[in-house]
DNA sequence: CGTGCCCTTGAAGATCTTCAAACGCAGTGG
DNA sequence: CCACTGCGTTTGAAGATCTTCAAGGGCACG
């Protein structure tokens, strides 16, 4: 069963045994999207926690006045709205569909039921909410004192790692990327994304087209996430 | 017992029974630091999981370049390196005590046990680090979509609800809060919020002095917080 | 073949940083 | 008691970075 297989592959169900996967699968509900269809909306009350089983998520914010923020890209044996279902609050993103997506679902009693039931979940979950506060305590770090280029160059890195494909003359990102997407993840405009790309594709170090990016020169990207010009904002602790 | 009341209200450790926490407390540490002491520091391997009895630690992040990065304060009931130790890497933050704090520490293998043994805790840890992610997300949205002045309105109307305390004339931020922590907290120059402050206590909202900070007119914070001229970053999607 | 979307580029200008200089308060030591 | 010194703060001026707006190109898809 190819099923068991994912979850047993999931950081969520890492480690439980047979029986409690297909208990888990037992009390799920399977679920598709369509294309651009939101899964779920920022603000509603939590009541699902979801599990992507082929296909992709994209959980955005928006702000007051309309602009919008990515927060990450759901994939494959990915689940989401773990911190919504946990602290029994609402949603804090939407989760767009990119694609054809099929997940599983659980409601929250459920999930709190399996938790309650099989401590190795629960210490699971700790482990990957953990992760996520990590990394976006990380990208805080960097949206306060980084600039745009670097900022950028990180994000490209990440999404090489998450859906990087070797290709003839470098690695592509495998999934469709507008500069729009890439200025939502890192706080600036399409605008500055599309001079910054322009300047890099010049330079070789990238080649990209529309809603499409090939790193050619991945070192070179890492030079610029780590070297570039510092900001110095806020004084030093000498 | 003080201990005892301290566990049974804070987040953690809420709802369990009192043999619980009697169990917690024997298997815990105490400690102390001295002002200006480094409890921990970023990127060490997470060994211990704090929870402040009295006192106050600031947790701090630096990038590459030595800016500073302030995530957050942590009062008495509240722990921290929840994060760390869960999901058992290197502690993402340093955390410098301000002024003279005790605080009650357990040890990775001491705290697994702990929520191994009883469920409830683990819940509260998955609960606590969720609320987390959630304000981390919060403020990162903030960073990426509105500008300086709007971002400090937040900073410091959180820090009211963190230690606000009521004085004459206004409601009093009650730590030492100097112009380069606000400046860390947001993203920004002590510069700015220099001008910032200075703009604001011209027009009555505030009242502030050598690290120190008096609310006069909350209300027209809020209205700062909320209905600055945006800056649109990004495009809407309509 | 048109139409919509994504992308590019230029120019103008707002916002914020950077640097320099100086003020004032608090604690220290003569 | 007073000057000294350190540190947090203020303010000005210059300029870098990035946004905003406008105009147009190009590719994909119907």
């Not at 670097?150 to 495998?174: H, S």
């Not at 399409?190 to 910054?196: A, D, G, W």
Request: positive net charge.
């Amino acid at each position: 069963m190819r099923l068991l297989d994912l979850l047993g592959g999931s950081k969520l169900f890492q480690g439980a045994d047979r029986a409690v996967l297909a208990e888990a699968i037992a009390c799920a509900r399977e679920q598709r999207a369509k294309a651009e269809d939101a899964v779920f909306r920022e603000g509603e009350p939590a009541e699902w926690l979801c599990l992507v089983v082929t296909g992709r998520l994209k959980l955005t914010q928006v702000g007051s006045d309309g602009a919008e923020v990515i927060l990450r890209f759901v994939g494959p044996g990915e689940a989401t709205a773990a911190l919504a279902v946990f602290d029994g609050a609402v949603y804090p993103a939407t989760a767009w569909a990119e694609g054809g997506t099929r997940m599983l679902a659980w409601s929250r009693e459920a999930m709190q039921a399996l938790l309650r039931t099989h401590p190795v979940l629960a210490l699971n979950a700790l482990q990957l909410v953990s992760e996520r506060l990590r990394e976006v305590q990380e990208r805080f770090r960097e949206l306060a004192t980084e600039r745009v280029a670097q900022r950028i160059a990180r994000a490209l890195l990440r999404l090489v790692r998450q859906t990087g494909r070797k290709v003839e003359g470098g690695v592509l990102i495998d999934m469709p990327l507008s500069r729009h997407d890439l200025a939502a993840m890192t706080g600036t405009t399409l605008f500055t994304v599309s001079r910054v790309l322009s300047e890099w594709e010049s330079q070789g170090i990238i080649e990209s087209g529309r809603e499409r990016v090939v790193i050619k020169r991945p070192h070179g990207l890492v030079a610029l996430a780590e070297d570039l010009p510092p900001s110095r904002r806020g004084a030093e602790r000498p």
